[in-house]
């Protein structure tokens, strides 16, 4: 890993559930989903009325960065496995 990548937050996605489960961390963080599973698409994605991402289909081995630009409790979730949650503190 560069030293970018090695200063950031990561979040794993294998079997069916994301890794951590809670994070909390400071506005306009990165975190970066990485899809961990060798055979299984993966979706994240945040909607609320303050901070909204899709991360699209991930490919199992992508990776998608995140910047967390407001301040808040965001519940990211998987759009392929719906019993995937993910809490997200900003503050």
Same mark, same amino acid.
Request: aromatic fraction near 14%; charge should be negative.
């Given at each position: 890993m560069g030293d970018l990548e090695a200063a950031g937050l990561f979040v794993s996605q294998k079997g069916r559930?994301?890794?951590p489960g809670n994070l909390a961390i400071t506005r306009g963080?990165?975190?970066t989903f990485v899809n961990d599973d060798s055979d299984l698409l993966h979706h994240a994605f945040v909607e609320? @009325? *303050?901070?909204?991402? @899709? *991360?699209?289909d991930q490919e199992p081995?992508?990776?998608t960065p995140v910047v967390f630009t407001e301040r808040g409790t965001f519940q990211v979730l998987c759009g392929?496995?719906?019993k995937m949650k993910l809490v997200v503190r900003v503050n």
């Open positions: 559930a994301f890794q963080e990165t975190v609320s @009325d *303050s901070f909204n991402f @899709d *991360s699209g081995g992508s990776r392929i496995h719906p």
